[in-house]
């Protein structure tokens, strides 16, 4: 059964500085991983998605790497701001019916 | 973007009550939609997968007679908690996908609260 765990739990930064959030599952059988931003009491924002064949995705301050083999997938930001203050969710998806294994994500507060 | 639209953001029931929660793909059409529950500081948990104009697939430990979904066009699915209780109180979003594995996009989720 894929289990997927995101570490840390938390983290509060300063504005400005980079970051790195750590995704890790154990079964390395996967059709692709995607992280997703998630709001307080909203809907999940898509924000990069890997193929397994891929090993990184960028997007703007954004930068997420894939090692399948290894079951690790690490999302960087760079210059983080307080609008980057949200909890972030990794998921992978297992082929077949397109099911979503998700972590339980990691709260991140950027402090002006 | 692909745009899905769920409804009602929140949504206050009495014990005993059913509630309805739509989710409609809006700008291209949905052959799966996917029914996550979120419980506070929890991961998202798959509830059923449906295909339009199948029956839905349920999660082990999931009840379909509970939690009906209906997934009757390429547009629109819904589930509906029957007869909720408290503990149904949660967090339920669904996404909606085109197929091939490129990527899912959520709804805006329902904050569902039996008292």
């Known amino acids: 059964k894929q289990e997927v765990t995101q570490i840390p739990a938390a983290l509060s930064v300063p504005e400005g500085e980079n970051l790195v959030l750590n995704c890790s599952f154990t079964d390395s059988a996967i059709y692709n991983l995607q992280w997703f931003r998630q709001d307080p009491g909203k809907g999940l924002t898509s924000l990069l998605l890997i193929q397994s064949s891929q090993r990184e995705q960028t997007s703007g301050r954004l930068n997420a790497s894939l090692d399948k083999s290894s079951g690790r997938s690490t999302l960087y930001i760079a210059a983080s701001q307080p609008g980057d203050s949200a909890t972030y969710l990794c998921a992978v998806d297992q082929g077949g019916s397109e099911k979503l294994v998700f972590g339980k994500g990691t709260k991140l507060t950027v402090n002006p | 973007g692909a745009v899905v639209s769920q409804h009602p953001s929140r949504v206050i029931c009495k014990s005993g009550t059913s509630v309805k929660i739509e989710c409609r793909s809006l700008?291209?059409?949905?052959?799966?939609m996917f029914w996550y529950r979120q419980f506070p500081k929890q991961s998202l948990m798959l509830m059923a997968t449906s295909n339009e104009g199948s029956k839905a697939t349920y999660e082990q430990g999931v009840e379909k007679d509970k939690f009906l979904i209906n997934h009757a066009s390429l547009t629109l699915s819904t589930l509906t908690v029957t007869s909720a209780h408290p503990e149904d109180s949660s967090f339920y979003i669904c996404?909606?996908?085109?197929?091939?594995?490129?990527?899912?996009?959520f709804g805006s989720g329902t904050r569902l609260t039996v008292v």
């Open positions: 700008d291209f059409q949905a052959t799966t």
């Open positions: 996404s909606a996908s085109s197929g091939g594995h490129y990527g899912y996009t």
